[in-house]
């Protein structure tokens, strides 16, 4: 391919979109959240009421859905049917159906191939579960990323308490987190799991500039 991509993957919460986002920034390209997408689409099933278990239903789901990105400072926005959803996927609501609607084969399908499309001219950071093994099989670069599940689950905890969020307790991010990551190594269609050939970063004892400059040294060996 002539455009580069650089796929991450890894655990729930454990700094991906931290680190894409400053290499993105760091490089100049253009970074992508695709979980947010995912997150999207069952913020969607979630306020309609979608059967995920009727696959006509979801399929005329998907066809009412219509995600954008619009790039500010490298935060990545994203709306639903025009609608500005960005904080509200990340609440406990979403997160908590996000991996059974994620592991939808229709849904899986529709959302690789926008992504696929996003990634076809342009030099994009992407992040998520799959991107390496099957969004982006040929990506240039790709780090799996992993770090201790109870420092994740304290990084979130803190993230969730800063927006405002008071209901939601550090064990219910730790099982959330837990829950999440075996439902997605589990799952039939393209389980999390590392791709022959990334780069593992477990960043449970690094700090995010650490974590940045040991991702730009392996990125600039392949680009
Ligand atoms: O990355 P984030 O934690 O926001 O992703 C939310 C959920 O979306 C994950 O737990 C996973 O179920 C799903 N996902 C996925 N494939 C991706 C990105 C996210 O299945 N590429």
Redesign the pocket.
């Known amino acids: 391919r002539k455009n580069l991509v650089i796929a991450i993957d890894g655990y ?2 454990c700094g ?2 931290t680190l894409a986002k400053a290499l993105a920034k760091k490089l100049g390209f253009i970074y992508i ?4 997408m ?2 999207a689409v069952t913020l969607f099933f979630i306020r309609n009421q979608v059967d995920i278990s009727n696959p006509e239903a979801v399929q005329d789901a998907l066809q009412h859905i219509e995600l954008n990105f619009h790039s500010r400072d490298y935060e990545s926005h994203i709306t639903l049917n025009g609608e500005e959803v960005s904080e509200e996927v990340r609440q406990m609501p979403v997160s908590e159906r ?2 059974e609607v ?1 592991a939808n084969k229709l849904v899986r399908k529709e959302m690789v191939k926008q992504q696929q499309r996003m990634g076809k001219s342009k030099n994009i950071v992407m ?5 390496g093994t099957t ?1 982006f099989a040929d990506a240039q670069v790709k780090f799996f990323m992993t770090a201790d599940p109870k420092i994740r689950a304290e990084r979130r905890f803190k993230e969730l308490q800063s927006k405002g969020d008071t209901t939601t307790s550090l064990e219910d991010v730790f099982e959330n987190l837990a829950h ?1 990551d075996y ?2 190594t589990t799952r039939a269609e393209s389980p999390l799991t590392r791709a022959e050939d990334a780069i593992i970063l477990d960043n449970t004892e690094l700090t995010q500039e650490e974590q940045l400059n040991f991702a730009l040294e392996q990125a600039h060996q392949h680009l």
């Open positions: 729930s919460s991906k979109s959240d695709s979980g947010s995912y997150r996000v991996s994620s992040d998520g579960r799959d991107i969004v999440r439902a997605d």
